[in-house]
């Protein structure tokens, strides 16, 4: 067949009105394709800044913290999610990616390391390149390990790190010591301190805010590329990924690599609200509540990691009002049960109930309302 | 200089060359052409054709679904003033050669393998059929080495080689076009005979685009290139070559073709049409649709489309009253019910955006259009046949009446003879004769320019017509009573369970019925109930089927009078086919055919 006359592959007009008639792929594969979505995602946003001015500097720690760990939750639904590959060492990953931001921020020659760089532009992709480099190096075990076997290896790595930071001191500061986190500072200014655009959890949360919108954007736009494709067909079938032309050595690489690179980044960010940084967070209980967001959200979707992310961590502050309610469950982590096993316990009642329920998480609850309202009046 | 379409396409390509003139499904995206791409084809089609030796009065066949090819081969053949005949897809071999050999075709285009084997098989029937164009090389391409065959592809190079030796030779033979020439074979679908071809003129087809298109014979305000069609009826007919190649061509009409008769539903919803015409058959199946999917709905979705479709019901009423005009009170319920229902519905039924719809080609139940009407489609009857090249009447919007074709076009000289009640219509649109059959020609044409339209009717109310049935299927019971069976039919079929209707009872003490279910929602209704059956036969013949349908006869027969009712029904143990010879190329039913066919049946409800 011969080309179609006067088709031109560049030219991509919509049609008025209509929102199912593509005259070019690239409408078909437009992030928002109609106008409905355009406005939504608009107001979504803007309410998202404006919430800034809103709420009280409390709330807005805690939503920060929140977009750090969508962050980091979109990172690991880029390997798990969309690639398939199960991973549950994201919180080693993240721990690199928090000791080199703050290794390169810190002030020389302080009790640990410090190479006094706290420019947030250089700190923050260094933060995500070394863990990026840390997960292609381990990527090789994933192209030979599948399902049940690389979780345990990748749990493996956990450990192995939490061991490396508990007893690298120069860097860590040691267990029960910590050091202070990155400190982030832009063209010469503290944002983690009050200044002329506002106090400190405001500056954070802003900032927060514009990198999460960032980084979804990206994780989107992978995910609809040629690469996204083939992280979903490997996802779905390996062997038949490989027939169709696809080097899932390569592809499992680059899936592990990026999702390094985000949990590196969200590492980096994660401690900048508090300011400070402890070896013995970066256990397993880090890397579940990653699943945890990943699972509750919605599988293979960025909007789900983001949700699930909010989830869990607007669940923490209702859990830790639990033992003025309950008095059963202590505040104390020496007692128990206490706050902290009811939420580990949560976390896994959570992911238990959604995998039985909603597999799709939040993100297929909100499928599942709006295909009933598209398909109304009928049902299909 | 003659006006043609073709000559109208070329002025839009030179005045809007970018705009769109129709989009093609291919791969997923709707692959839009401009009025430029449109012309440059149509000249390289018509190149090759002179290439070919086609001289003026030749014949080319187009033997295709729906595509673009099928308006470059048809213009094509217009451009060197020759005659373009279409061929239903779905004709067997055996009427491919009758209206090969009938009308003398010089080349054919021919879709695809299909199409191409079917020729090839009755080669030796059309002596001169001397090439044969295939548009899709798949199992054609180095397989097939009949020195007669020319892709698509070969065709366009021949063209531009001989636009390069004879730049101009193409407008001067469109120069040479005058009024009388004829450009296109419409073959009647042939319901009692083998099938005419209806010669229309180039005068013709200009007074049918200025009363229809240009004039807005149908649409108010006219078509214009802001509007959208959808191509999918066969273009062989002269009701969707009116509504694609000339609304196109004359008010630039965007049309979208869809991807087969199939997807339909699906590229309806896509393009949302502001113009849609239908065959009853295809209004009929998009109503039993909307009956099976809100049954299966969820209860709060059921009973929310259930009060909808009532209210629906009695704005149709009012509208049916007002000839299609809102009153406050039926504005006010629609209102409420589009934000509740109709948008949705109409957006699902890819109706959302119609503007004009509009049904003709065969009669249809009055109860199917007031669905329409109520849910907010502006649907319309109109009338017209092949010899007065589809002009004749038309419900305009705002004066619609149901149960009636409408009024007659400005132009329209419409009588109808006091002997027989037959209707005659007289207008430059009048064809100029049957394909080399003077004598058919003869019948239905008057010395006076009065066409016999062979259809019985009357005046309602002075200005609207309604037909009562075609002449020649007006049955007279052994009580010398007229019936018009076409009427009972359609209210028959009206019923989203009953696919068709054929009553019989010429010279008989009372009518019969042969039926036919539509398998998709008795098969759902059965489902629902928990009958089990295995075929379309079996599933007619369970008792709960013949209850069901009883009720609908019985509550059919309540509407007529004594004679008019159907005494006896029996199920006709097959879907009717065109391929077996008992539905013309337009799902129009054969009588002759069926009563032969089924004769047995038929005589079972006599003599029981």
């Known amino acids: ?380 | 200089m003659t006006v043609t379409i073709v000559t109208r396409v070329r002025e839009r390509a030179l005045s809007a060359p970018t705009a769109v003139a129709m989009r093609r499904k291919d791969l997923g995206i709707w692959q839009e052409i401009g009025w430029a791409g449109y012309w440059e084809q149509v000249e390289l089609v018509a190149h090759a054709l002179l290439a070919l030796g086609v001289e003026p009065g030749d014949r080319v066949a187009v033997h295709s679904e729906n595509r673009p090819e099928w308006l470059y081969a048809d213009l094509g053949t217009v451009a060197v003033r020759g005659i373009t005949v279409g061929l239903y897809p779905t004709n067997p071999p055996a009427e491919v050669a009758y209206l090969l050999a009938d009308s003398g075709a010089k080349i054919l285009v021919a879709e695809d393998q299909e199409q191409v084997d079917k020729a090839l098989a009755v080669l030796d029937e059309c002596p001169e059929l001397r090439h044969i164009v295939y548009l899709e090389p798949r199992g054609i391409r180095g397989r097939y080495t009949d020195p007669r065959l020319m892709s698509w592809p070969e065709l366009l190079e021949l063209g531009a080689g001989h636009r390069s030796r004879h730049p101009g030779a193409v407008a001067a033979r469109m120069d040479a076009a005058t009024p009388g020439d004829v450009m296109t074979l419409i073959y009647t679908s042939g319901t009692t005979g083998p099938p005419k071809g209806v010669m229309l003129t180039v005068r013709n087809v200009e007074f049918a685009v200025k009363t229809l298109v240009t004039g807005g014979g149908f649409t108010s305000p006219p078509p214009s290139d802001r509007d959208l069609a959808v191509s999918y009826l066969p273009l062989c007919h002269v009701a969707e070559r009116a509504f694609t190649v000339w609304f196109n061509a004359a008010s630039g009409v965007q049309v979208n073709f869809a991807e087969s008769i199939d997807t339909v539903q699906a590229n309806l919803r896509e393009v949302q049409p502001t113009i849609l015409f239908g065959v009853p058959r295809i209004w009929e199946k998009v109503l039993a649709q909307v009956d099976i999917r809100r049954a299966a709905a969820t209860p709060v979705k059921r009973a929310t489309t259930r009060f909808w479709l009532r209210v629906a019901d009695r704005i149709g009423d009012t509208l049916v009253r007002t000839g299609g005009r809102h009153t406050t009170r039926t504005r006010l319920m629609y209102g409420l019910g589009w934000v509740f229902c109709y948008r949705a519905l109409r957006e699902r039924l890819g109706m959302r955006r119609v503007r004009y719809a509009a049904s003709g080609a065969a009669p249809i139940a009055p109860d199917v259009l007031k669905f329409y009407m109520g849910i907010g489609v502006p649907m319309h009857e109109v009338y017209g046949m092949s010899e007065n090249t589809a002009v004749a009447t038309a419900n305009r919007p705002g004066r619609v009446r149901l149960g009636t074709v409408g009024e007659p076009h400005p132009g329209v000289e419409l009588r109808i003879d006091e002997l027989t009640g037959e209707i005659l219509t007289r207008h430059p649109g009048t064809f100029a004769g049957y394909w080399g059959n003077p004598r058919a020609t003869a019948d239905v044409l008057e010395p006076d320019g009065w066409l016999h339209t062979g259809d019985v009717g009357e005046f309602v109310d002075g200005g609207h017509v309604r037909i009562t049935d075609r002449m020649k299927d007006i049955l007279i019971t052994a009580g010398g009573k007229n019936v018009a069976p076409s009427q009972i039919e359609n209210a028959l079929k009206a019923s989203p369970y009953l696919k068709e209707a054929v009553v019989v009872g010429d010279q008989r003490p009372y009518l019969v019925a042969l039926i036919g279910i539509e398998p998709d929602t008795v098969g759902e209704w059965a489902r629902r109930r928990g009958i089990t059956y295995t075929t379309y036969r079996d599933l007619s013949e369970k008792p709960e089927t013949r209850e069901l349908v009883r009720g609908i006869v019985d509550e059919v027969n309540e509407r007529f009078a004594r004679v008019e009712q159907v005494k006896r029904f029996a199920f006709l143990p097959k879907e009717l086919d065109h391929e077996d010879g008992e539905l013309t190329a337009t799902q129009k039913v054969k009588r002759a055919a069926i009563a032969k066919l089924f004769e047995d049946l038929v005589e079972g409800m006599y003599t029981r």
């Open chain 1, 1 to 380: 067949m011969t080309a179609p006359p006067g088709v031109s592959g560049g030219r991509s007009r919509r049609v008025r009105g209509r929102p199912l008639l593509y005259t070019s792929y690239a409408q078909d594969m437009a992030l928002l394709d109609t106008r409905g979505k355009r406005i939504w995602t608009g107001v979504l946003v803007a309410a998202a800044f404006a919430v800034s001015v809103l709420l009280a500097d409390r709330s807005l720690e805690v939503l920060a913290v929140a977009y750090v760990l969508a962050i980091g939750a979109i990172g690991l639904n880029i390997v798990t999610g969309y690639a398939g590959q199960v991973s549950l060492g994201h919180a080693f990953f993240v721990a690199i990616g928090a000791y080199t931001a703050a290794a390169l921020s810190g002030p020389p020659g302080g009790e640990t390391l410090g190479y006094g760089l706290a420019e947030i532009w250089i700190w923050l992709p260094a933060a995500g390149l070394v863990a990026a480099v840390a997960g292609v190096l381990v990527a090789p075990l994933a192209t030979r390990l599948r399902g049940l076997y690389l979780a345990i290896v990748t749990l493996g790595l956990v450990f192995l790190g939490e061991h490396v930071f508990k007893e690298w001191k120069e860097l860590t500061g040691g267990p029960g010591v910590g050091r202070e986190a990155a400190i982030p500072q832009l063209f010469g200014y503290r944002l983690d301190q009050d200044g002329p655009l506002g106090t400190k959890e405001q500056v954070l949360y802003l900032l927060m805010l514009s990198l999460l919108v960032v980084f979804a954007v990206a994780a989107r736009n992978l995910a609809r590329s040629r690469v996204g494709r083939a992280f979903a067909a490997i996802r779905d079938r390996d062997i038949a990924a490989e027939v169709i032309g696809v080097p899932l050595t390569r592809y499992k690489v680059l899936a592990f690599g990026i999702s390094s690179f985000y949990a590196g980044c969200a590492g980096g960010l994660l401690y900048c609200v508090s300011g400070y940084v402890e070896p013995g967070s970066f256990n397993l209980l880090l890397s579940v509540q990653f699943i945890a967001m990943v699972l509750i959200g919605g599988v293979a979707t960025v909007s789900g990691a983001i949700a699930g992310a909010l989830f869990i961590s607007l669940l923490q502050p209702v859990t830790r009002a639990l033992p003025a309610l309950v008095p059963v469950i202590s505040g104390d982590t020496t007692q128990t049960p206490n706050v902290f096993q009811v939420e580990t316990v949560l976390y896994g009642l959570l992911i238990v109930l959604f995998l039985v329920f909603e597999p799709r998480g939040l993100f297929g609850l909100w499928i599942r309302a709006r295909n009933y309202w598209k398909s109304w009046p009928f049902s299909y």
